[in-house]
């Protein structure tokens, strides 16, 4: 256990709603002003970073791979080489679960891993059968086959698909990630009522948070005018009215359904960024480490309840280490949709779901006060690929300044899977 | 050994390529015993016998003129010719002679090919010009440019001529009159080359190119000539004498704004360009000839390129100068995010540095980070950057309110303050997690380095570099090493300078450094002459007309009146009467009068108008009623010579290393005219027994300034600044 894997430092950027302040601002850019600046607080030297690893969902078109973007931008050197991991939500959690495997093989590896998603910038989409015309016709010579090649174009070629939704949808069954939610707060009996409770929480502990979580988030200029400065999320509200939240139509079901705008995660553009190494490096280089990495894993589940993959993810990662949940000193579990998080909590701590699952011992429900303390994604907002990398960083942090303990981070990811990374807090 | 190679050969696989006498292709190669390939007088003796060797050359289907340097195809006219002209007759058969020969190398039986790889300046794009056709190579080492008008003459080895009759008048002024290196691309997209092959294995490209085109008789080369002078504008502008009569006024318009006439270079340059556009070509060398006789002969010449060969000392470095170089994965880091903070981190970062930016106050960190935003998004804008690279440049920007980013840093730079006990407190701060790297550097502009570093233990570490407000466009940065400053760390410094772009002159630490020191007389005696009555806005005006870039009064404005008012008292409690000044500028800054950045100061500021401040009340001298007609020659006499004694008692206690520099410096850091030499360079040409008694002339009138016994010795025994330097 001595030589661990540990998360050294972390530093994100503010986490803004899509399509306000963040819009002009591609992925990448998010990213290296996180990295830099993480460089800078944590006091390494660029030279030392061995790999970046960067989890992205929807990349950008014009980067095939905006992991080397940011490092080459980062001011690390031209010999350390970088890649993109998706797992779609969890794609941030997937770049630090690269990280460790890669640190746990090389002693000496420093890495660079964490999340960005620039939700704001998801493209809009032509159907292929428009690109599929506009290549014949460019092979057209004479003037009769270029009229007929024209002629062929149809009004439905034109229909743009909007990116972003596509990106929300379950490619089996066609279904939104929405609709899973509403799937589960029908299967587990979550009232609408339980879910703005818990969506009016989240926003009053990010809120009471906030100085805290000035210790993870870096200022952010926009560039390139640079003339405005963000220092804090743009996403929790001061002042939830519980009976205007009452009164929103439900999202996704109009008609039956439970699940709102506001009890659910908002689409957030924004990145993080975490240091990985093996405890012994970051003392020859005179570090203080936040945490140990313990355990990480993945378990895939029910597309249809995508949302649940936490509760499998968690009870993998607590039956390969022999503790359960009353160990943990903190949870953070993505908070996708509320009904989403309630629904978790109640198969946690039943026992006939856990039978079934296979699960060796009913993992129970993770004590209200230890669920994501300083508010979760309905308040700070889910820009996809940087939120996995944001829970670890939150949860290192929080188990450091407790002075040790352990923790979990965990999410659900669309297409019916769930991640879980277990932490164990580093005293300084 | 001659400094040209005749090389007849089948190939070209190196600088110096493998003779063969039954070869395709005659190389001729510049290869001078100089490193930058100067081109000196015995350069042009060898080309001149080289060139009567290659009529013996039968069956060869090109020459191709070429460097035997890597960086350099050729940098220019050895200095020393321009400096050692002196006879216009003789210039003139000089360039006579040379303009014809480098027409020689255009007109042999077969076609010419330049292939130009490095930079190639001046005198050498002249003789590519003279060529038939020239080949660029896109490295980013290369670099096309006919400079001579920033020494104060034109391109009078055929240049000017043949420039204006490749690419027609409007493109060739472009060069001409601005004298602005370009790239291979824009050489090559302007048609002053006609090919532009890329760097890596340039040589076989280059033949391979050659092997096509002069066997088609260089058809296709002349043609793509011809289209880049057709369109309608071009026809219109360049082909009429009415669209060339109205391109030259405006050039001239563009030119006397510029100059306030006061160069005479840039004028005569256009006249002989126009002319070239429509006459007969031996004719239009001739004038050519004949201008450049005229210029480089003048003291205008002379002068400028005795600040070029100074600035070339600041920027390169001298061999005694302490050495220490500044690596590229060094990051700067900037410690105050005011005007001058954020004005150095706005030029770091376009030139490649990584900048951390602190400033404990989030509000003028906000300043700071809008005022870089804008400045390099505007080089966006104006094309000068393409959006990656204005991306890039801005993402190498990190800022904060603490003090992070030390462990990549090769220089801290503190822009806080001025005040003893805050620097002080910046570098204790610091000096715990000073890298070992890394250099401490605090930019103050009256804070003695010696006191800042005193108990540091980083001490050896410190150094002052002193830049001028604003940085992006003062060119002059002071390097000031402290009593306990290591040379490895001015060395540092120095690098770092350079790195930047600037010119870095060493001063020693001694109160206002130099500039500002020498600077402050000609303030006091300009308020002086206020005092005695004559109108502000009238000895603003005089000065202007002398070639400075604006009056004392607009200065003092500008700079702020209570921060002259610090340094006229730090000057005056350090060097005494001399830096005596009336109450005048501390009375305005007690009703609150600060300069344009209240809004009142000499002058009323309302967005960039100005006009005098009528509410001042001067307090006039009655005795010396009639100073108010004193005529311009005196007003300036007045204005500068205070300055001469004060540059002189710096020289003499060695605030400055020499004349030269200080020249250098008054010219970057306070815009002295150029074209009079430098402050110094003008006192000797005026004659040093004359400033002398104007000096005494102005002590008796109530001056507390007396000459100093340096100056008075100088004068006394007939000798000047610059003498044997």
Redesign the interface.
């Known amino acids: 256990m001595s030589d661990s894997v540990v998360i050294v430092a972390g530093r994100r950027t503010p986490f803004v709603r899509a399509g306000e302040d963040l819009r002009e601002v591609?992925v990448d850019?998010l990213a290296?002003?996180c990295s830099?600046?993480l460089?800078?607080?944590s006091?390494?030297?660029?030279?030392e970073v061995s790999e970046l690893i960067l989890g992205c969902c929807a990349q950008p078109p014009d980067r095939a791979n905006p992991a080397r973007v940011v490092s080459l931008?980062?001011?690390l050197p031209l010999s350390s080489p970088a890649h993109t991991v998706a797992r779609n939500c969890a794609s941030g959690m997937q770049a630090i679960v690269s990280g460790e495997l890669r640190v746990a093989r090389d002693k000496d590896a420093v890495i660079l891993a964490g999340g960005a998603e620039s939700m704001s910038r998801i493209p809009l989409l032509f159907p292929t059968s428009f690109g599929f015309k506009l290549a014949s016709l460019s092979k057209t010579k004479t003037l009769s086959e270029k009229i007929s090649g024209w002629l062929k174009f149809k009004w439905s070629d034109l229909k743009p698909r909007i990116g972003l939704l596509e990106g929300l949808r379950d490619p089996f069954s066609g279904e939104m990630m929405g609709d899973t939610a509403e799937r589960l707060a029908r299967e587990w009996n979550i009232s609408r009522e339980s879910q703005d409770q818990y969506s009016i929480e989240s926003h009053r502990r990010a809120i009471a948070a906030r100085q805290d979580l000035q210790n993870e988030i870096?200022?952010f200029?926009i560039?390139?005018?640079?003339?405005q400065?963000l220092?804090e999320d743009i996403g929790p509200r001061e002042k939830m009215d519980p009976a205007k939240i009452g009164r929103m139509k439900p999202y996704f079901d109009r008609k039956m359904g439970t699940v709102t705008v506001a009890n659910s995660c908002g689409i957030t553009d924004g990145a993080a960024m975490v240091l990985l190494m093996r405890e012994e490096r970051a003392k020859a280089l005179g570090l203080q480490p936040l945490a140990r990495i313990v355990k990480s894993d993945f378990v895939g589940c029910d597309p249809l309840r995508m949302g649940l993959g936490p509760v499998h993810a968690m009870a993998k990662v607590l039956a390969n280490t022999d503790l359960t949940v009353a160990d943990l000193e903190c949870v953070e579990l993505n908070e996708a949709f509320a009904a989403q998080v309630l629904a978790c909590q109640e198969a946690l701590s039943s026992t006939s779901y856990s039978r079934k699952a296979g699960f060796a011992t009913t993992p129970g429900a993770i004590p209200e006060d230890k669920l994501n303390p300083e508010g979760g994604a309905i308040a700070l907002g889910h820009p996809v690929g940087a939120s996995g990398a944001r829970i670890a960083l939150s949860l290192a942090r929080k188990l450091h300044s407790n002075g040790g303990g352990y923790g979990i981070a965990t999410m659900c990811i669309g297409g019916g899977q769930g991640g879980a990374v277990l932490l164990e807090g580093v005293s300084s | 050994m001659s400094q040209w190679k005749l090389i007849r050969s089948s190939g070209w696989d190196g600088p110096i390529p493998k003779e063969d006498p039954k070869g395709r292709w005659l190389h001729l190669v510049f290869d001078a015993e100089s490193a930058g390939n100067v081109l000196s007088l015995s350069v042009l003796e060898d080309l001149r016998t080289t060139l009567t060797r290659v009529v013996e050359h039968d069956g060869i289907q090109a020459v191709i003129v070429s460097s035997a340097k890597d960086d350099y195809f050729c940098s220019g006219a050895d200095l020393e010719i321009i400096e050692s002209a002196d006879n216009p007759d003789d210039v003139f058969r000089q360039c006579r002679e040379v303009q014809d020969m480098f027409g020689l190398l255009g007109g042999f039986h077969v076609p010419s090919f330049c292939v130009i790889n490095g930079v190639c300046l001046g005198g050498g794009l002249e003789l590519a010009l003279g060529c038939s056709s020239r080949i660029v190579v896109n490295s980013p080492k290369t670099r096309l440019g006919l400079p001579e008008v920033n020494l104060g003459i034109l391109p009078g080895f055929g240049g000017t001529v043949r420039m204006t009759r490749l690419v027609g008048l409007r493109k060739a002024l472009s060069w001409i009159l601005t004298g602005a290196r370009m790239p291979a691309k824009a050489a090559f997209k302007q048609g002053v080359a006609d090919a532009m092959i890329a760097p890596e294995g340039f040589r076989q490209s280059a033949l391979k190119l050659i092997d096509q085109k002069s066997q088609s008789q260089m058809k296709a080369f002349s043609k793509r000539r011809q289209q880049l002078k057709s369109g309608f504008l071009n026809k219109i502008v360049d082909g009429t004498p009415f669209g060339r009569n109205y391109v030259s006024k405006e050039a001239l318009k563009g030119i006397r704004k510029k100059t306030a006439g006061k160069l005479p270079a840039p004028e005569k340059a256009l006249e002989v360009a126009v002319n070239a556009a429509s006459g007969k070509l031996s004719a239009c060398l001739e004038k050519e000839a004949l201008e450049i006789s005229k210029l480089v002969t003048g003291s205008i010449s002379k002068n400028l390129v005795h600040i070029f060969k100074n600035s070339e000392r600041a920027r390169r470095g001298d061999v005694s100068d302490p050495q220490g170089d500044w690596s590229d994965s060094d990051s700067l880091v900037v410690l105050g995010a005011g005007t001058m903070g954020s004005g150095v981190a706005s030029v770091a970062l376009q030139k490649g540095v990584a900048v951390r930016l602190r400033d404990i106050s989030v509000e003028s960190l906000k300043k700071g980070l809008s005022y870089i935003g804008k400045q390099i998004h505007q080089r966006f804008r104006k094309k000068r950057m393409s959006r990656e690279q204005r991306d890039e440049t801005l993402s190498r920007l990190t800022y904060g309110k603490e003090l992070h980013g030390l462990a990549s840093a090769g220089c801290v730079l503190e822009a806080v303050v001025e005040r003893m006990d805050v620097k002080q407190s910046v570098l204790a701060d610091l000096s715990s997690r000073l890298p070992d790297k890394a250099i401490f550097a605090t930019n103050t502009s009256a804070l003695s380095v010696t006191l800042i570093q005193e108990g540091s233990p980083v001490a050896d570490r410190v150094v002052g570099l002193h830049f001028f407000n604003p940085v992006p466009l003062m060119p002059l940065v002071e390097v000031i090493p402290g009593e306990q400053t290591s040379p490895e760390s001015v060395g540092k410094a120095l690098a770092l300078a350079r790195k930047l772009g600037k010119y870095p002159v060493i001063a020693k630490d001694s109160p206002g450094f130099l500039v500002n020191r020498v600077l402050t007389p000609y303030l006091l005696a300009a308020s002086r002459l206020l005092l005695n009555g004559v109108p502000g806005a009238h000895i603003d005006e005089v000065a202007r007309r002398h070639g400075l870039p604006m009056g004392p009064f607009r200065l003092m404005d500008e700079v702020g009146l209570d921060v002259g008012v610090e340094v006229q008292q730090t000057l005056h409690s350090a060097f005494g009467n001399r830096y005596q000044a009336s109450h005048l500028l501390s009375d305005m800054v007690q009703r609150g009068w600060l300069g344009k950045k209240s809004g009142v100061g000499f002058y009323r500021h309302r967005g960039s108008l100005a006009s005098w401040n009528n509410e001042l009340q001067i307090p006039t001298n009655s005795k010396n009623g009639n100073s108010a007609k004193l005529s311009a020659e005196h007003i300036v006499h007045a204005l500068i010579d205070p300055m001469v004694d004060e540059a002189s008692r710096c020289l003499a206690e060695g605030v400055v290393s020499d004349a030269g520099m200080l020249d250098l410096a008054m010219i970057m850091g306070t815009g002295f005219p150029p074209h009079l030499g430098g402050l110094l360079k003008d006192a000797d040409q005026q004659g040093l027994n004359h400033v002398l008694d104007r000096l005494e002339k102005a002590h008796g009138a109530g001056d507390p300034r007396t000459p100093c016994p340096q100056l008075i010795q100088r004068a006394e025994n007939g000798r000047s600044f610059h003498e044997g330097s």
């Open positions: 591609p850019v290296t002003a830099r600046d460089l800078d607080v006091g390494v030297d660029p030279s931008r980062s001011g870096s200022a200029s560039p390139p005018h640079m003339d400065y220092t």
